[in-house]
T-cell receptor, first 115, second 114 residues
Framework: GENVEQHPSTLSVQEGDSAVIKCTYSDSASNYFPWYKQELGKRPQLIIDIRSNVGEKKDQRIAVTLNKTAKHFSLHITETQPEDSAVYFCAASIGSGGSNYKLTFGKGTLLTVNP | EADIYQTPRYLVIGTGKKITLECSQTMGHDKMYWYQQDPGMELHLIHYSYGVNSTEKGDLSSESTVSRIRTEHFPLTLESARPSHTSQYLC?????????????FGPGTRLLVL
């Protein structure tokens, strides 16, 4: 089955700096890669996702890049703010075209943005 | 409002008790999932369902059971709670049609077994 590795497990940055979280996946058939943000005591919420036919996607201060050849994808947050502090999870899925409707999650990255 | 609802939100119970955690979604999604998560930690898939009368065990072995008699309802039952079951339980769902792979999570149930 799919295996997703996520690094780093913790990341501390100064407000205004950029943050990068990286994930690798093992199954070359995976074609959907969402990122979830989970604030303390809250549910995980989708912040951005990318499909394998796209190399990069951006939404204001966050962006995701995908390298299918190397089987890795990354989350980039620019101009970080204290409210970006949370646990971020990457995930991978083979998607609706196949029989696997499960997401495989990374172990999470605790991002702390210091004022 | 279309959403995923979980009850109770918090539960403290003694060892050996039977408990059922409720999950309902009003989004018409076919696929539903249960995850176990210690606060801020990894999400472990324990059960999932692709539709009515369909249930499967997830990647993490669990002593719980699930049922899916109605599309919108996916309850999780622990026949005999133990302290090792103390955790947060998150329900999620996703649509079937089109290329909608996104899973939406409920607010979670925090369970403490004494």
């Amino acid at each position: 089955g799919e295996n997703v590795e996520q690094h780093p497990s913790t990341l501390s940055v100064q407000e205004g700096d950029s943050a990068v979280i990286k994930c690798t996946y093992s199954d070359s058939a995976s074609n959907y890669f969402p990122w979830y943000k989970q604030e303390l005591g809250k549910r995980p919420q989708l912040i951005i996702d990318i499909r394998s036919n796209v190399g990069e996607k951006k939404d204001q201060r966050i962006a995701v890049t995908l390298n299918k050849t190397a089987k890795h994808f990354s989350l980039h947050i620019t101009e970080t703010q204290p409210e970006d502090s949370a646990v971020y999870f990457c995930a991978a899925s083979i998607g609706s075209g196949g029989s696997n409707y499960k997401l495989t999650f990374g172990k999470g990255t605790l991002l702390t943005v210091n004022p | 409002e279309a959403d995923i609802y979980q009850t109770p939100r918090y539960l403290v119970i003694g060892t050996g008790k039977k408990i059922t955690l409720e999950c309902s979604q009003t989004m018409g999604h076919d696929k539903m999932y249960w995850y176990q998560q210690d606060p801020g930690m990894e999400l472990h898939l324990i059960h999932y369902s692709y539709g009515v009368n369909s249930t499967e065990k997830g990647d993490l072995s669990s002593e719980s059971t699930v049922s899916r008699i109605r599309t919108e309802h996916f309850p999780l039952t622990l026949e005999s709670a133990r302290p090792s079951h103390t955790s947060q339980y998150l329900c999620a769902s996703r649509p079937s049609l089109g290329r909608q792979e996104t899973q939406y999570f409920g607010p979670g149930t925090r369970l403490l077994v004494l």
